[in-house]
């Protein structure tokens, strides 16, 4: 009997990012206390910029951003905010990015985690940005879902083609 495996990736739905943004934007446009603030959240290239007029405000707009994240499904462990808001001229400005992919050395951390406390048998090999878990038993790999869900990794994963 051949093996059964899975594999397990962090991967974000861009659609969904999109509208959990564009619902923030709706939300920042229509709410009093950001009226004529000059309050905006944008795609700028690959980063999400968000603007206003004070940092407290640039805050808020990251909060509702992060609050349409949850709403839609989205992890927040894949939202990478890039430090401390920024003034820039009479405004400040925060960027965030959206983080694919699981690293070589998170791979290794999750490589180890099952070898250490997996069922015995199950094999982990990384694969580019993601990890194959195999075993001759499904009830191995779920045991290993099930690990895998217990512990709080500081990146998203996701499991998938469980075959």
């Given at each position: 009997m051949a093996d059964s495996s899975f594999d397990i990736v962090s991967k974000v739905e861009r659609q969904e990012v999109d509208n959990a943004l564009n619902q923030a934007?709706?939300?920042?446009?229509?709410?009093?206390?950001?009226?004529?603030?000059?309050?905006?959240?944008?795609?700028?290239?690959?980063?999400?910029?968000?603007?206003?007029?004070?940092?407290?405000?640039?805050?808020a707009i990251l909060d509702i951003f992060q609050t349409k994240l949850i709403k839609r499904?989205?992890?927040?462990?894949?939202?990478?905010?890039?430090?401390?808001?920024?003034?820039?001229?009479?405004?400040?400005?925060?960027f965030a990015s959206i983080e694919e992919g699981i690293s070589q050395e998170n791979a290794k951390k999750v490589a180890k985690v099952i070898?250490?406390?997996g069922p015995?048998?199950?094999k982990a090999q990384v694969q580019g940005d993601e990890l194959r878990v195999s075993s001759k038993s499904r009830d191995d790999l779920q045991a290993v879902q099930q690990l895998l869900k217990g512990k709080d990794f500081d990146f998203a994963i996701q499991f998938v083609n469980y075959r």
């Open positions: 934007a709706k939300e920042i446009s229509q709410r009093y206390d950001f009226k004529g603030t000059g309050a905006s959240i944008a795609w700028s290239g690959e980063k999400i910029e968000m603007r206003a007029s004070g940092e407290e405000r640039v805050k499904g989205i992890s927040l462990k894949t939202l990478d905010v890039e430090g401390e808001p920024q003034l820039s001229g009479k405004e400040y400005k925060l070898r250490d406390e015995k048998g199950v």
